[in-house]
């Protein structure tokens, strides 16, 4: 990470993050795929990409995340890319670095390279397709494989986007810790109506449109392995922070739900913290967000 952002963080000052990438794929009008969502722009709309990088840029994002939330090799088999794996999240950094350069602005940008541990999606739904889910060997072996690819591509920190169990959260992270790169962790997570905290539950959520289902992001073979649990939010927060990881947060979660997500994240995480709450509704048929929070709510 450039040092002087680093500096930043270690010093306690605030560091402002770039907003959605995939949304704004989906706005502009770029290739949303059935099973790898907005994975495929960084080939068929890279253009497209750089000039969503460029925009956070220059609208004050001190960090920008590369467009790999969906391109790990078992999501990107479902959109018959697994074979160009490493050449789409590389291709992702670079568009990231590149606008980075472009806009030549004085102060430090980071890049984050994005991680995740969601799955291909069946079309027009939110259930994996059995087709592409790994074995637990091979989603160990396809997260190493990410990682050291957005590592060696440049990118400054790993950035792991939507974590809401204990086991794959886990992999993912010995995978990202195992880089050497310093690692951002983001927690989704959902309350339950007696007030509990626990990790993201899609059938908690009324985000995503759709038939109520096993959380979309379970990995494993056979239906015993996509059974899915939802650990209490502090058991996730110790499970990962024992793994390693520079700074925690709350992402991907409703406005509602991140505040008392981040009171839990206090009380069990001593080091720096983020905030990215999301304030849509996920629509599987076209594969578009549905903004639900207007502007002046969400800043207040």
């Known amino acids: 990470m450039a040092f002087t952002l680093q500096e930043k963080l ?3 000052q605030v560091i402002i993050l770039d907003g959605a990438t995939g949304t704004e794929i989906a706005r502009l009008g770029g290739e949303m795929h059935s099973a790898a969502w907005c ?3 960084n080939k068929t709309h890279p253009d497209m990409v750089r000039q969503i990088h460029e925009d ?14 969906a391109t790990c090799r078992h999501v990107l088999a479902g959109a018959g890319m697994a074979d160009e794996t490493v050449a789409i999240n590389r291709r992702a950094v670079e568009l990231a670095c590149e606008a980075r350069d472009r806009v030549g602005i004085s ?11 969601t799955l291909a ?3 027009g739904t939110n259930i994996p397709d059995p087709r592409y889910i790994p074995n637990p060997g091979q989603e160990a072996d396809n997260y190493r494989e990410m990682a050291d690819t957005l590592a060696n591509a440049g990118a400054d920190f790993l950035l792991l986007e939507m ?4 086991v794959h ?14 690692v951002w962790v983001g927690i989704s997570c959902s309350q339950l109506a007696d007030g509990t905290l626990v990790g993201w539950d899609i059938n908690q959520e009324g985000r995503v449109r759709g038939p109520r289902q096993r959380n979309p992001t379970a990995v494993g073979s056979g239906d015993d392995n996509l059974a899915w649990e939802t650990p209490a939010l502090v058991e996730i927060i110790q499970a990962l922070k024992s793994i390693g990881g520079e700074a925690f947060g709350i992402m991907h979660s409703t406005v509602e739900t991140t505040s008392p997500g981040l009171a839990v994240l206090f009380e069990n995480w001593s080091g720096p913290v983020m905030a990215y709450p ?3 509704i996920f629509d599987h048929d076209t594969h578009r967000a549905q903004i639900k929070v207007s502007e002046p709510d969400f800043a207040s």
């Open 10 to 12: 270690l010093s306690g």
């Open 39 to 41: 994975a495929v722009a």
């Open 56 to 69: 956070y840029v220059q609208a004050g994002a001190d960090v920008i995340t590369t467009n790999t939330f």
């Open 107 to 117: 102060r430090p940008v980071a890049v984050a390279g994005s991680l995740s541990n």
């Open 121 to 123: 999606w069946q079309q």
């Open 163 to 166: 974590m809401l169990d204990v």
């Open 169 to 182: 959260a886990s992999r993912l992270m010995e995978a990202a810790v195992a880089t050497g790169l310093p």
């Open 278 to 280: 999301e304030t849509m």
